[in-house]
């Protein structure tokens, strides 16, 4: 596993939980809002696993779970490996991914390594390619399945900006949520980005928020606004 950053306790990643928060480098996606775009390039990264569990063995019976987060997790070939160390350790497992990899996710869930799955949605499958730079959407659409059928807890999420979203958007991507248990809205930030001339683009309003909450209600049973997160 390639690290380069580590929360070592965080109330509001892992719901409902006390978490550290592993940063794992490298993403296949290049989302020009990304918000960590320090953690895209596929290079080593700059924590050992070592240094990792030597926190997290003084952690336990402090904290109640360790979010793996990136960059994209599910790259790394180590991955079923180090999550099956932290939970010899007694911890909850929090996965955030962007979908490209079902098989690997159907895996994960079918050993039962994953207690929560959070699973960034870019827009709509057609605009994968302007969002995300990346080309095969059938591949989100199969994850989508997975986890709406997993039997664990999760949610969908989207980072929305008018650059990229257009309300009538999410009558789509409701559609494609169809039926699922938690969707969180996520206000755009400007101040770090990859795609340097996002700087200057504008946020949706709060009543613009509202506006697709209501959108997406009509498919997800909890719909909820961040304003300022992304």
Same mark, same amino acid.
Do not use: M, V, Y
């Given at each position: 596993m390639e690290i380069s950053g580590l929360i070592k306790t965080s109330l509001i990643d892992f719901p409902g939980k006390i978490a550290a928060v592993v940063f794992t480098q490298g993403c296949n996606f290049q989302c020009g809002f990304c918000h960590n775009p320090d953690l895209i390039p596929m290079k080593k990264g700059n924590i050992s696993e070592d240094k990792v569990f030597e926190y997290l063995n003084t952690r336990k019976g402090k904290l109640d779970g360790v979010v793996i987060t990136g960059g994209e997790p599910i790259i790394h070939e180590g991955l079923e490996d180090f999550i099956k160390s932290i939970r010899k350790l007694g911890f909850a497992i929090k996965l955030d991914?962007?979908?490209s990899n079902p098989v690997k996710l159907q895996s994960l869930l079918d050993k039962n390594l994953i207690d929560y799955v959070a699973m960034d949605i870019k827009g709509s499958l057609g605009a994968y390619p302007k969002i995300s730079k990346y080309l095969n959407k059938n591949v989100i659409?199969? /994850?989508?399945?997975?986890?709406? /059928? /997993?039997g664990v807890e999760y949610e969908f999420r989207t980072t929305v900006l008018p650059y990229y979203h257009k309300l009538s958007d999410f009558q789509t991507i409701g559609k494609l949520l169809d039926g699922a248990k938690a969707y969180t809205i996520q206000?755009?930030?400007s101040q770090i980005t990859l795609d340097k001339?996002?700087?200057t683009e504008a946020s949706f309003s709060m009543n613009e928020l509202g506006e697709i909450r209501k959108i997406m209600a009509a498919h997800v049973s909890k719909v909820v606004i961040h304003e300022n997160l992304s």
């Open positions: 991914t962007n979908g659409q199969e /994850s989508i399945k997975i986890i709406i /059928s /997993s206000g755009f930030r001339k996002l700087k």
